[in-house]
């Protein structure tokens, strides 16, 4: 089974505010409800470009992503109706907005590596993953090896739906795998950590 991944800058989806209001005036009502939720203008952007980078994806596949419904499951995450194979997930963050599409479950994620302290760190990883991060040179190297992590952890998360009605400390990160998932670090560029999770043994493509 393939997952296709895709990252994009939001600057080249949305290159001026024209572009921007004349994509939100095509948005779904879903995705709409979604981005009005967020209160600042580049937050907003960044959810109008990954659903742009979503229909881009989906056009590839010679499906209309105007023509599917979506709702959500108990927990808050979108799905497409009466497509069982055909799923997606969306993530943005600074710049970058990026998309994942499968036939099956898929979560994907993307951060930008920022300044971390100890108890966010503690928050959030295991005994075990916040002992092995103590051995990072503190500074930049740390930083982006917790958000290495976070995504790994985030990505699995949004793959089966629950989000962080989960504890994250009990998401393993350390390893390729977690619970019967496939995780795979993508390289999207300085400043930033990329994750995606599928089911054991997809084929990853960018």
């Known amino acids: 089974m393939d997952v296709v991944v895709r990252c994009e800058r939001v600057a080249v989806l949305l290159p ?7 994509a939100y005036r095509t948005l779904p009502d879903w ?4 981005c009005d939720v967020f209160r600042f203008p580049e937050d ?6 990954a659903w742009l980078l979503l229909k881009r994806m989906l056009a590839e596949r010679g499906v209309k992503a105007d023509a599917l419904s979506v709702s959500e499951t108990p927990f808050g995450k979108p799905v497409f109706d009466r497509t069982e194979n055909l799923h997606f997930s969306l993530s943005h963050a600074g710049g970058l907005v990026m998309a994942a599409v499968s036939a099956a479950p898929v979560g994907c994620d993307v951060e930008q ?4 302290d100890d108890a966010v760190c503690r928050r959030v990883l295991s005994a075990v993953e916040f002992s092995r991060l103590e051995t990072t040179p503190v500074g930049t190297e740390r930083d982006r090896e917790f958000c290495r992590l976070w995504t790994r952890k985030e990505s699995y998360l949004k793959a ?4 962080l009605e989960i504890d994250p400390q009990t998401v393993p990160a350390l390893e390729a795998s977690v619970f019967g998932w496939s995780l795979a670090d993508l390289d999207v560029g300085e400043g930033f950590c990329g994750c995606v999770c599928a089911s054991a043994g997809a084929v990853i493509r960018r």
């Open 16 to 22: 001026d505010e024209e572009s921007f209001d004349a």
């Open 44 to 49: 907003r952007r960044r959810s109008v470009a």
């Open 113 to 116: 590596v920022k300044p971390v």
């Open 31 to 34: 995705r709409r409800r979604r």
């Open 160 to 163: 089966i739906g629950r989000g």
